[in-house]
């Protein structure tokens, strides 16, 4: 059982920056994979960038170059370093966690709003 507790969000204008923050609690050495998520009304859910055990990262296409997703072990706590801030990024952002043997567990995510 892992449980995720993010944190970070809120309102910023356009070209700003936010740092979002999941802590992983539980069986946190089971956890092989987290990753964040985010869906805006009207839109897909989609990935926005995820990190594993090894530390390979990965981003959206249209938050490469401006996010950058992080980890700190001793924290149990995984980041999203948000820079340059679109209008189009504005989206609930939701953690996830992904288990070795690929249980998913979701946080309850938090609302990031951009204004132009």
């Known amino acids: 059982q892992v449980q995720l507790v993010e944190s970070g969000g809120g309102l910023v204008q356009a070209g700003g920056s936010l740092r979002l923050s999941c802590a992983a609690s539980g069986n946190i050495f089971s956890i092989n994979v987290m990753g964040w998520y985010r869906q805006a009304p009207g839109k897909q859910r989609e990935l926005v960038a995820f990190?594993?055990?090894?530390?390979?990262?990965n981003y959206a296409a249209s938050v490469k170059g401006r996010f950058t997703i992080s980890r700190d072990s001793a924290k149990n706590t995984v980041y999203l370093q948000m820079n340059s801030l679109k209008p189009e990024d504005a989206a609930v952002y939701s953690c996830n966690a992904i288990s070795y043997s690929l249980d998913s567990y979701w946080g309850q995510g938090t609302q990031v709003t951009v204004s132009s």
């Open positions: 990190i594993t055990s090894d530390g390979i990262t």
